[in-house]
C-alpha cells in the first residue's frame, strides 16, 4: 500500500509539474507573440480607395486588418482619413499604422513596410482628348490638357515625374480623395487620371463618364508595390521584422490571394499579390 501511494503521490506530482510547465511555456508563447505588439492600442488608419476599402463596405485592406488583429493578438484603434493626412500623422508620430502604403525613399526615412500587393497603374483619358494623344509626350505636348490626382498619392517613379512636371506648369489638379478625384473627372474638370484597377472599377461605376474613355499603359515596365507602414516611432526595427515575417506567412499560407480572390476574382487577385 504504502509503495502505491508514493507511485499515486509521484504521478501526482509529475502531473501538476507538468501542467506547470506547459502553463509556463504557453505564457512565453503568448509574451512572444506579444513582442510586436506596442504598449500602447495601434493606431491604424484606412483611407477609402475601391476594392481596398470603402467605409461600411470593407474591402481588401479591412480584411487584411482583421487577419493581422488575429494573429498578432494587438489592440488596434482604426480610423478612416484622407491619405495625404495619414501619411503626415504616421510620419508625425500620431498613427503607428497604415495599410497599402507605397514605399518612396521620403517614406522609408519615417515607416517601415510590409508588402503584400503588386499593382499596376494605368492612364485614363477622357472623352475630349483628341485621338491622336496616344503618348505620355503628345500628352505633355498639348498645352490644354489637364490632369488630375490625389494629394500625396505616389504611382511609379516615371509616373511621378509626370506629375511634377504637370504641376510646374499649372496643369495638375490635386484633391483629397478619389470620390472627388472620379466625381470631377466625369464632369470633365480635366482631362485625364493615373488610376489603379483596384480604384477606378469601383469609382467609374459610381460616377461614369459622359463618354468613351481609354486605358493607356505609359509606364509598362513598372508594378508598384504596396504594403504595411509601420511607424518608426512607434516600431523597433525588431518589431517591424516581426510584422513583415507575419505578412510573408499571411502570403505564404494564402491567406493573402484569399482575400484578393474573394474581392477581385481567382485570375485579378493572382496578379496582384506580391511575390518577392
Not at 502531473?15 to 510547465?21: A, E, N, V
Not at 492600442?41 to 474591402?59: P, Q
Not at 508595390?225 to 515575417?245: D, H, R
Request: glycine share 8%.
Amino acid at each position: 500500500m504504502n509503495r502505491l501511494l508514493k507511485s499515486i503521490v509521484h504521478i501526482g506530482l509529475f502531473g501538476i509539474g507538468l501542467g506547470c510547465s506547459m502553463d509556463i511555456f504557453s505564457a512565453q508563447a503568448q509574451q512572444t507573440e506579444r513582442t510586436l505588439c506596442p504598449k500602447q492600442a495601434i493606431r491604424f488608419a484606412h483611407y477609402e480607395m475601391g476594392a481596398l476599402y470603402v467605409k461600411d463596405r470593407g474591402g481588401i485592406d479591412d480584411d487584411v486588418l482583421r487577419e493581422l488583429m488575429k494573429r498578432s493578438h494587438c489592440d488596434f484603434n482604426v480610423s478612416v482619413l484622407p491619405r495625404a493626412r495619414s501619411w503626415y500623422e504616421l510620419e508625425e508620430g500620431n498613427l503607428d499604422m497604415l495599410a497599402s502604403g507605397v514605399p518612396t525613399p521620403e517614406r522609408e526615412k519615417f515607416a517601415w513596410f510590409a508588402p503584400y500587393l503588386a499593382d499596376k497603374k494605368y492612364v485614363i483619358l477622357g472623352p475630349t482628348v483628341p485621338a491622336n494623344i496616344t503618348t505620355m509626350d503628345a500628352f505633355i505636348a498639348h498645352p490644354k490638357l489637364m490632369m488630375g490626382g490625389v494629394r500625396s498619392f505616389k504611382y511609379s517613379p516615371m509616373y511621378d515625374a509626370l506629375v511634377e512636371r504637370l504641376e510646374a506648369t499649372q496643369r495638375m489638379e490635386q484633391v483629397g480623395d478619389l470620390d472627388t478625384l472620379y466625381r470631377m473627372f466625369a464632369r470633365g474638370r480635366f482631362d485625364a487620371t493615373i488610376a489603379s484597377p483596384l480604384a477606378y472599377r469601383y469609382y467609374l461605376e459610381k460616377h461614369p463618364a459622359l463618354g468613351k474613355l481609354r486605358f493607356l499603359d505609359w509606364d509598362p515596365s513598372s508594378k508598384g508595390v504596396s504594403g504595411l507602414a509601420l511607424s518608426k516611432k512607434t516600431f523597433s526595427a525588431k518589431q517591424a521584422k516581426q510584422w513583415q515575417a507575419l505578412m510573408r506567412e499571411m502570403i505564404k499560407d494564402g491567406t493573402v490571394l484569399q482575400i484578393l480572390t474573394r474581392h477581385l476574382g481567382v485570375d485579378e487577385g493572382k496578379l496582384l499579390l506580391y511575390s518577392n
